[in-house]
């Protein structure tokens, strides 16, 4: 088809119109090269489609690149991701599991003779990071599940990370191995001691080169601090302190020392009747390290300054957007829990996720956000039977891209969310194993909110609301994402063209 | 519930019964709110007094759910607030009656009166409740799954079961868990849920905290001499949260055990439980019971013996 010379080709625009198969468009990209279809198959059809039409808005086109994890059948509760979390540089992820493992993969190096494929992640160690524990005091067992794992920077050759279930934080070293020494005097090549009598010559021992081996020890367990559950735990800039907070206590802790805290943030009322209102999240400024926030449970956000006094329990800067009373409902309270609060990369801003919506504030405004993103409006509607069945408590995080322009949250039905703060343009993507072919486009996913429902688009009833995406993370300066679905870990990567 | 794929029927309905709040004057809009406020209301009990998990509850989302109960209370007594609120640390909340007006427009709606689940450990809310919806219709419980609500059909409200089955007046409390986990665990939300000044573990509970571990949980007191004391001040608050500090160790320690409680029926055991509440002064139980309770008072001799024999017992632990 030539361009121009058919009913609905806008030459200007690039496009142009052949011949229809399911409504699809051929379209011919602005840099003059034709995105060919004919005689190709349905699904790179699709993909073309979306290369051209990403490269004309410049939106972001993600790709599946690798999956990790087992297929339904052989999944255990065991196996459900509870934390995912790259470290500074990216090279490596760290997810963490219900079962109290934590496993680390590392990127690959690029070769460069494949240079359209970024670097895969593989494996790099497992271990487990806790086990599960009785509280013989309550009669109740204390979980192994991971509930954060934040990354130290690196600093020599081992990489090290806290990890930390209800009650327990545990700073990991993890380091690789590849000589060993050889040749001792007391001990034989098996180790066992050798008879000195049988001693004649004195030797200097060589280091060998062996296979790599990586370990993981901990370095320091840091117990006992905490009567509620820890929701949240955040090195401090100073890379030298972190704080750990739970239900009604932030704690602030010397990586050196493990058997003394300092309490910093204390909300617990004299009398437990009078309790209303819980710590959700906290977080570090990621600059100022004299200066965190914590969230609460009443949708209310606290600056806090260490310096202004030993325990913080005055905040500073008060951070709360008021209720719009158009939408006041019974649940109102509850879906304005806040369940993740995350300072940008700049430390200006911070983001902060309720049950159904993703809001940016600036830490110099209080009074309300500068941003406000609706995650699935839909189903606010449903509240009455997502309280009943308890999704309505479901903690959804959120994370920020490298440069603080694009937002990420998850949803339902193994949807994520991305918003874009510039051009204010979102996608709803799916993390599936449908559309798991090595380099496939992600389609962009559409919930039809009732009337007619299009092809393509899933209405809110046929939602599957046990497949919840809690948990994502993205590569602190690539188009890298990390979204955990339930007990698979998807990475996805932006196009290469 | 979610995921049926059947048609919405009524948009506007929906948003009546999901959504907002409907100003009190609007006739029928008013029934579905009511409806939809007591629906929660059972949901919210049934979450706070079901779960029974190995590890402990989730704090943020007890604290949520009472949040939710408490509210529901504060709107129930402003609602029938025409009536004086009796010593109500023993009846809790809301515990005026409603005005004959609106008493009609709730009999149309089956309520699902509030005598909610008995739970193993923790004791149910005062009757006081029941008495509020309708004192005319008999304690029951109607458990109107939210999926009808959104489906909704207004045929389905009204004809949903209202006879309840025989309340057998148990003047117990519902049976303490065999197990003594199961009670070390109600113990210990026991001392989450009441005042632990006394205790000893949690009484150095502010120097402690920076080292706090879980802490011995202690034996808590009786909650009686506090909440009178602070009734005239803290009204609203013991008032409110009247039904978690029902919760007093008489019930978990001394109660009978009875394994029919274990047949957990939303509509028939809750009716059984309600009428006794063993709050923490018997004669203000009375008292309050007789004008709010539909039921007959008539267990109330071996009833009242019982609690004194309680109080006795509680006085002495206390002592020791």
């Known amino acids: ?497 | 519930m979610l995921g049926k794929g059947e048609k919405r029927k009524f948009d506007e309905h929906e948003d009546g019964l999901e959504g907002k709040i409907m100003s009190p004057s609007d006739g029928p809009s008013k029934v579905s709110y009511t409806l939809q406020r007591q629906t929660i209301f059972n949901i919210s009990l049934m979450k706070l007094y079901n779960h029974r998990p190995l590890t402990e509850p989730s704090l943020q989302k007890t604290v949520l759910i009472n949040n939710m109960l408490r509210r529901i209370q504060e709107e129930l007594k402003q609602e029938g607030s025409l009536r004086p609120v009796f010593t109500a640390a023993a009846a809790a909340a809301a515990a005026s009656p409603a005005p004959d007006s609106l008493s009609d427009s709730y009999r149309e709606a089956p309520p699902a009166l509030s005598a909610p689940a008995p739970p193993p450990p923790p004791p149910p809310p005062p009757p006081a409740l029941a008495g509020d919806l309708g004192s005319t219709t008999p304690l029951e419980v109607c458990l109107t799954p939210a999926s009808l609500l959104e489906d909704h059909d207004d045929d389905t409200f009204c004809t949903s079961p209202a006879a309840p089955p025989a309340a057998p007046a148990r003047p117990s409390a519902p049976a303490p868990p065999p197990e003594k986990d199961s009670f070390s665990s109600a113990l210990d939300e026991i001392e989450e849920l009441c005042p632990t000044s006394t205790s000893p573990g949690a009484a150095a509970a502010a120097p402690d905290s920076s080292r706090a571990g879980s802490g011995a949980p202690g034996v808590p007191r009786p909650d009686d001499p506090k909440l009178m004391d602070s009734l005239p001040g803290n009204f609203e608050i013991t008032t409110s949260t009247g039904f978690l500090t029902d919760l007093t160790l008489d019930d978990i320690l001394f109660a009978d055990i009875d394994t029919s409680m274990y047949d957990f029926d939303p509509c028939t055991s809750a009716s059984g439980t309600a009428s006794k509440m063993a709050p923490v002064s018997a004669d203000d139980l009375l008292k309050t019971l007789a004008p709010y309770s539909s039921q007959p008072v008539a267990p109330s001799q071996p009833f009242k013996m019982d609690l004194t024999e309680l109080d006795h017992i509680m006085e002495v632990l206390v002592g020791s």
Request: proline residues 4%; charged residues 25%.
């Open chain 1, 1 to 497: 088809m030539k361009r121009g010379s058919h009913p609905g080709c806008r030459p200007a625009l690039g496009c142009c119109q052949g011949p229809r198969r399911d409504q699809l468009q051929l379209l011919h990209s602005p840099r003059g090269s034709v995105v060919r279809w004919r005689g190709q198959s349905c699904d790179s059809q699709q993909d073309a489609l979306l290369a051209g039409i990403g490269v004309l808005t410049q939106d972001t086109l993600w790709c599946f690149s690798q999956v990790k994890g087992t297929i339904e059948i052989g999944a255990t509760e065991a196996d459900i991701i509870s934390t995912v979390e790259f470290n500074h540089t990216g090279e490596l992820l760290a997810t963490g599991d219900k079962g109290g493992r934590v496993v680390i993969f590392q990127r690959e190096q690029e070769s460069k003779n494949q240079v359209h494929r970024r670097g895969e992640y593989n494996v790099y160690s497992t271990f487990q990071s806790h086990e599960p524990e009785f509280d013989y005091l309550k009669s109740l067992e204390i979980e192994e599940k991971i509930n954060k794992i934040r990354w130290l920077p690196q600093q020599n050759a081992a990489y090290f990370l806290l990890s930390t279930n209800d009650k327990t934080v545990k700073l990991w070293k993890v380091s690789e191995r590849d000589k060993r020494p050889e040749g001792y005097n007391l001990k034989d090549e098996e180790g066992r001691l050798r008879d000195p009598a049988t001693i004649t010559t004195l030797r200097v021992p060589v280091l060998r080169p062996m296979d790599l081996m990586v370990e993981a020890t901990p370095r320091r367990v840091f117990a006992n601090a905490h009567t509620y559950h820890i929701n949240s735990i955040s090195v401090n800039s100073d890379y030298e302190t972190y704080m750990s907070a739970d239900d009604l206590r932030i704690n602030l802790w010397n990586f050196e020392i493990t058997n003394q805290s300092f309490n910093i943030v204390d909300i617990k009322p004299a009398n437990m009747e009078e309790l209303t209102e819980v710590i959700t999240a906290a977080e570090f400024h990621p600059h100022h390290c004299n200066s965190f926030v914590y969230s609460s449970s009443k949708g209310t956000i606290r600056l806090c300054d260490m310096r202004a006094s030993a325990l913080c329990d005055r905040h500073s800067k008060f951070f709360e957007e008021p209720e719009d009373p158009s939408n006041r409902s019974f649940f109102s309270e509850i879906i304005s829990s806040i369940s993740d609060v995350k300072f940008s990369h700049s430390g200006r801003y911070i983001m902060t996720r309720d049950y159904l919506t993703v809001k940016v504030w600036d830490l110099n405004m209080e009074n309300r956000p500068i941003e406000t993103y609706q995650v699935h409006d839909y189903l606010r509607s449903k509240l009455c039977s997502l309280y009943e069945n308890d999704c309505i408590f479901d903690k959804f995080e959120c994370v920020w891209n490298g440069s603080d322009s694009v937002i990420m949250t998850g949803s339902y039905n193994n949807f994520f969310r991305m918003f874009d703060r510039n051009t204010k343009r979102d996608v709803t993507l799916e993390a599936s194993r449908e559309n798991s072919k090595p380099r496939a486009i992600l389609k962009p996913r559409k919930v039809c909110v009732g009337g007619k429902r299009r092809k393509d688009e899933i209405s809110v009833d046929s939602l599957d609301f046990s497949k919840k995406i809690l948990h994502t993370a993205w590569h602190p300066s690539e188009n890298i994402i990390a979204v955990a679905a339930t007990n698979n870990l998807y990475i996805f990567q932006d196009k290469v063209n």
